[in-house]
């Protein structure tokens, strides 16, 4: 069960790049690393997902290092809209008892003008 | 339907009270979870179903919660006997298979208050 953690908040202004960390040292070996946007009143969304080294998509790139023990969330240009809850997910499912799906505590990210 | 869905969208209930909350997952999504995510925190991982068997229940916080799913499709999480530190927001997803559970679609949930 890897347990993870994340910055409690970060701000930013409109225009930058801005890199979130998740730190999961005991990751396990079949463990994928996504990320998760959440807007107030609203259930997470979907952002990207990885295993290892780097994955890019339309929103953002996933970098993850070859020790996998962390990775980092990287948006590029934010706009005002990039307001949000980011979380990391990683954990495993369906293969043993116990298995969890951990959440990260989440960043709460604000972009400012 | 387009997206999971959950009701009812708020729940507000006296202490002693059972509650049920449903979800309806994406068609065709074999797998489900319920979590919980109270008030500015994190979301908490309850219990997730393949197909309607539920292989492991120890994440439900006590016995007075419990979940069952139907047809492969509704998912119902009771609450019995609900206390005030039940109240939070219960948020429903589902994945194509329990082999893509990284890439969950999430209800808009459903908020609990327990008076």
């Known amino acids: 069960l890897a347990k993870t953690t994340q910055p409690i908040s970060m701000d930013s202004y409109e225009g930058q790049e801005v890199n979130i960390t998740c730190s999961h040292n005991n990751i396990a070996t079949n463990d994928y690393i996504t990320w998760y946007q959440q807007f107030p009143s609203q259930g997470p969304r979907f952002i990207i997902q990885?295993?290892?080294t780097k994955v890019t998509n339309e929103v953002a790139s996933l970098f993850i290092p070859a020790d996998r023990k962390s990775s980092t969330l990287s948006l590029p240009r934010v706009s005002l809209s990039d307001t949000a809850v980011y979380y990391c997910?990683?954990?495993?499912?369906?293969?043993?008892?116990?298995?969890?799906?951990?959440f990260g505590t989440g960043t709460r990210l604000a972009v400012r003008p | 339907g387009a997206g999971v869905s959950q009701s009812p969208s708020n729940k507000v209930t006296e202490k002693g009270k059972d509650v049920e909350l449903r979800c309806d997952p994406i068609?065709?999504?074999?797998?489900l979870y319920w979590y919980r995510q109270r008030l500015g925190q994190g979301l908490e991982f309850l219990i997730y179903?393949?197909?309607?068997?539920?292989?492991?229940k120890s994440g439900l916080p006590s016995d007075r919660f419990s979940a069952e799913r139907t047809g492969g499709s509704v998912s119902t999480l009771t609450i019995q006997r609900t206390q005030q530190e039940d109240s939070a927001v219960y948020l429903c997803?589902?994945?194509?298979?329990?082999?893509?559970?990284?890439?969950?679609?999430f209800g808009p949930g459903t908020r609990l208050t327990v008076l």
């Open positions: 068609s065709g999504h074999t797998a």
């Open positions: 997910l990683v954990g495993d499912i369906g293969k043993s008892s116990g298995d969890k799906l951990t």
């Open positions: 997803a589902s994945s194509l298979s329990l082999a893509t559970y990284n890439e969950q679609f």
């Open positions: 990885g295993y290892k």
């Open positions: 179903f393949q197909g309607n068997s539920a292989p492991d």
